[in-house]
Structures are given as structure tokens and as C-alpha cells.
């Protein structure tokens, strides 16, 4: 009991990034109705700015917020390059548009830098661990935890009590009557980049503490999680998305832990059996995007 | 004129939904546009907005071109559409419907135009936090005009504002109408009551096909039976 308790502040602290990736995703979904396959590649810049930043001396105190600023600059270089050409072209273009930009981001790395993993010490506090009663958690989970509260709530109060927050999801619900109403498209779009920037930037602190690393294609793994997650969530709810990447980082953990001798080596092959019985019985997610859960 | 439109022309592929269309409307004034189904009078409108571009002609705005500006340049120019089928914020509240339609006025302005609203439309006052997905057909109808009204528009233009509606709310809506003109308000109204608007506007335009068939005041175009057919809503 005490061992599934432990997985299970272990997933969701792994479940708290893909949460916050799953977010992002399910920010553009609601605005642009597109799937953003190039979202992983905000970790890779950042994880490249972080290497540089390592090796001019920097510590995690200076590199942290640089990993935010970077990835939510990528965020609107990315839309301003790319997205913005192809915002009035069909989804699937746009989908195809999200695809080439992981390639290419992949493949400039590849081509300038060096296709060789570029490694930077993690934080010293990685590994420690504390005890609450019978319990052992790490500091590392509990620090995700709180930090990804209080993204959430920030979120939230973004959404629910600001101008912008409150244009975003009245062009989530209709875009052609938010325009009609005076809302400035081209600035929730970009906004919509940058809040998504900004959310994936904070992912991407942990998950390059967590990595100690970063490659070309080191974005496809963030990827796969945070879009993964929003889907399994609910595409386009971003209660749905949360819930989403929590409930995906907790079942790899637990069943990596659970699940006997070698079959353990097979999780990620058991989480997408289960995802793809959640598709079969709950074809929209978990919860169902009304007009009322879209952004 | 404070809005004048000139020989504008719009095309859906290469089929022309309006047909070198002119009309204007002054500063005060209650303007009704009226005509049967696919006579084009969405697709003006549309094309006066900025939701549509128009290929030919040109609409000018208190002196100055606005032909093909993008819809928020156009509410900010001073122009706001309450679209057909109302198109309110389903999942906002009431409340922020409202806030949505005054995105473009300075901040500091905004409560005060809330108040004025809660003021002219008392039915939305008491369902200021309530989703506006909840509200009856005429009171999403009040919502509509009233979150047009956050942006002080100088030219008001609605699209079919009676609808769908049962015929006592088709009276709330003409009484809002008169009451908005009895303000001062300019208004450009589309509608398929004909005989109601031409009650109320101080002139209109005949569209049919695409095109303008007459135009005149109310009373002069109520007189025409050759009208008949697009006063009774006829099809084409």
C-alpha cells in the first residue's frame, strides 16, 4: 500500500509536466483547432539555450526562467514563421504545417550543432528524498506538484479574469462572431502561442532537470506526452488536458512498477493498449468538449 | 452620409450574391433593409462588416474608405453587426458577453456601459452571471443587441433580429428598435417582417436577387403592391 502510494505522488509529479504540455496543446486546439505536433520542439530550443547558458557558467537559478523565455519566444517565432501563413488553410495543411516544423527543428539542430547528445548537470537536490510518516517521496515530485499548482491557478485567474483570458475563449467559441465583437485576432492567436510557450517552458525546466540532457530529437518525447495527454483528456478542454496528463503519469508509473519482472519493460506498450480502449468505449476522452469546457 | 455604399458586388465561387448595390444611411436615421430568402441582405451586410470581401464597389465610412477592412478594424471605425442568428457566447456568462462587446472602448469606460445596459435591458440584469446558453430565444436576442451596444457604435446594423421569435417577443425587439431610434441611434436593420420595419424605419431598400428593386421611405414603399411578394416574405 505504501509502495503504491509512493508510485502514485511519483506519477503525479511525472503527471504534472505532461499536464502542463497536454495545457499548452489544448490552448492552440481551442483557439485554431489545430493539433500542434511541432509543441515538443519548445523543449528542444529551450533545452539547446539551457546547454549554452551551462556552459558560460550559469546555474539552474538563471537557467530556469531562460527556459521559460525561450520556449514562449519559439512559441510566436514559430507561429509568426509558420502558423500565420497557413491559418486560413485547410486542418489537414495545418496539421502537415506542425509536422515539418518538428523535422526541421530536428534537422537544423542536427545540421549546425551536432547530432551528439549535449549534456548539463542536473540540479544536486535531484535525487533527495523526504519522508512524510511511512512514507518516501522525492523533493523533486513535490516541487513539480506545487509548481504546477500554481501554473493552474495562475491559468485559471489568466482565463476567467482577464480581457485577453476572456477573448480567448469567446474566439475558442466562435471565431468569426469574437472578430465581429472588436477581439483582435492576430493578438489572441499570438497570445494563445505565448501562454502555450510559457506553460511548456515551465514543463520544460523539469523536464531537462530531469533528463540532464538534450538532443535533436529530444522533442519528440514531450511531444507525444503533452498531445497524448490532451487527447486522452478531451481534445480542447483544458480541465480534460490536466486531467489527461495526471492520469497518463500516474498509470506509467504504477504500471512500471507494478506490473511483474519483464512485462515491466513493456509499459509504454500497456499504456497505449489502455488509451486505445479508452478510444474504443470513450471515443471523445474523458470529458466531453460541450461549448462550455472549449477554453 | 454617415455610411455609403457604392455598387458593391460579392460572389460566392463565381455566382454573384450581390449585384452593384448602392444605399446610404445618414446620421440618425433608422434604415430597413428588406427582401426575400437569398435576396442577398445577409451577404450585404456580411460585406459591409468585413466578414465577407466584397470583389467590386466600395463602402465608405463617415468619409473614409473601409472597403474590405478586416471586422474588428471595422467595430473600432465605429460600424458593429448583431449577426444573424444571434451568435451569442453560449458558455460565457451574461456578464462577459457583454464585456466582450465592449473589448475595443478604453477599460475605465466599460462599467459604466454595463450599467447603461443593465439600465436598457432589465430582462439581462438579473442574469448577469448566469451562461448565456441559458437564455430564452428573445432574451439572447437583447444579449445580442446589447453586447453590439458595449462597442458605442456609431451605425448599428442588425441581421433579422426578430427570427425565429414568438410574435410577442417580435414586439419586444421592434420596441427596442424604436426605442434605440428614439435615442438617436443610427441603425441599419435587415429584416423579413417587412410590414413591421417599414412601420418603424424612417427609409428602406428592396433587395431581390442580389439586387436593389426600390428604395424609398416607409410609407411610399408599404403602397407599392408591386411589392407585395417580398412583404408577405416570399420566396424566390
Redesign the interface.
Known sequence: MTELIQNVIDGLGRGSIYALLALGVAVIFGVMHLLNFAHGELITVSGYAAYAAFSTGWSWYLVAPLVIVVSILTSLVIERVAFSRVRNASSFTQLLTSFGIHFLVSAMFVMYVGARVKTFSEPSWISDTTAIGPITVEVFDLVVIAVTAVTLAATVVILQKT?FG??L??AA??F??????????DRVIRGAFALSGALAGIAGIFWLMRAGNTAPSSGIDPMLKGVLAALIGGLGSLRGAVLGGLALGVAEVVLRSQLPGTAAALTDGVVFALIALLFIFRPQGLITV?????V | MLLEVNGLTTKYGSISALRDVSLSVGAGEVVGLIGPNGAGKTTLLGSIAGLLSPSDGSVEFEGNSVTGHAPDKMLKAGLALVPEHRRIFVDLTVAENLRIGGVTVPKSDRAGLLDEMAELFPVLRDKWDTPAGFLSGGEAQQLAIARALMSRPTLLMMDEPSLGLAPVLVDVVFDLIEHLRDQGRTLLVVEQNATRMLEVADRAYVLRSGSVVAEGSGADLRSRSDLFDTFVGGAE
Not at chain 1, 469574437?178 to 477581439?183: D, E, H, N
Not at chain 1, 460541450?290 to 472549449?294: D, F, I, L, N, T
Open positions: 480581457m476572456l477573448a475563449r469567446a467559441a466562435d468569426d462572431t469574437a472578430r465581429l465583437m472588436g477581439v483582435d485576432s460541450s461549448h462550455a469546457e472549449r
